[in-house]
């Protein structure tokens, strides 16, 4: 004790007062129920905020990696929910796109009926199947009975006919060919004509028809069965041009066909009809 108050007089007597301090706090505890009041005050107003003060760092690092965690489960969810919702449009639009493609089948189909009774839809998978002819390619072939001959229409009339068949595919020439000569008639007055591709692949024309023919814009073109390659009375397309040159032994004729030949995603393939030269191989 000595040594203390050598040291520091202040020291001592502040050691002196804590002691008394604390037995008397001691004594009334023991023997009085007020301390107990007192205590519940100094923890209220003193301990109990220091304790929040203290904890609320924690609370608030723990609040905020909760909230970081909730937002990152939050963005995930709306990210699925996006994925997902995306995937059901894209159905949506092939359930859209598939209910169309049925009805247009259907009614190719339908329409398709007043120039054959028998008749198998195709689809066409290369609109290019030749570099320098107007060839295509359909997914139909030997498998499914596909024979070279066999006429090709769409809904409004004659495309071409096959001219090669794999066991899983076939090529059609289109009439549109300008080397593919098609044996057709006027319908107006049964004339007999030959019809060729041009250039223009929405365009055809007539050949070696005579200055001064009964042909006039307007006229209905369709095959005439000659030659046993098409069959007879399919339409072709109609007149939209005649110019008859004095100078000149033949008529320039063009034609605008019923289809769209050559940008077609669907064609026909007829049955009841077999050509000419496919018969002389069978009788063979």
Do not use: C
Not at 77 to 97: D, F, G, H, P, V
């Amino acid at each position: 004790m000595e040594r203390f108050y050598k040291k520091s007089t202040a020291d001592f007597y502040t050691l002196v007062f804590l002691l008394l301090l604390s037995i008397l706090t001691i004594t009334l505890d023991y023997k009085y129920n007020q301390i107990t009041y007192i205590r519940s005050i100094i923890t209220d107003l003193i301990v109990y905020p220091i304790d929040q003060l203290s904890s609320m760092p924690k609370s608030l690092l723990n609040d905020a990696i909760r909230e970081s965690s909730n937002l990152d489960e939050l963005e995930n969810t709306i990210a699925l929910l996006k994925k997902e919702n995306m995937n059901l449009k894209i159905k949506l639009q092939e359930l859209a796109s598939l209910k169309d493609e049925n009805t247009r089948l259907r009614k190719i189909t339908k329409q398709s009926l007043t120039m054959s009774k028998k008749q198998t839809i195709v689809k066409v998978i290369n609109n290019a199947a030749s570099p320098n002819k107007r060839i295509l390619a359909i997914d139909k072939g030997q498998k499914h009975g596909i024979f070279v001959g066999q006429n090709v229409i769409g809904v409004n009339g004659l495309v071409g006919q096959i001219i090669e068949t794999n066991f899983l595919s076939s090529k059609v020439i289109l009439i549109s060919e300008p080397t593919h000569t098609t044996p057709g008639q006027i319908n107006r007055t049964g004339e007999k004509v030959l019809i060729n591709g041009s250039e223009d692949s929405q365009k055809l024309s007539i050949n070696y028809a005579k200055v001064g023919i009964d042909i006039k814009p307007g006229d209905i073109i369709s095959t005439s069965g000659i030659a046993g390659r098409f069959k007879s009375k399919i339409p072709i397309g109609k007149i939209s041009k005649v110019y008859n040159n004095p100078d000149r032994r033949f008529s320039e004729i063009d034609i605008e066909p019923f289809e769209n030949i050559g940008n077609m995603s669907e064609l026909i393939l007829i049955w009841d009809y077999k050509p000419q030269q496919e018969k002389e191989k069978i009788n063979e």
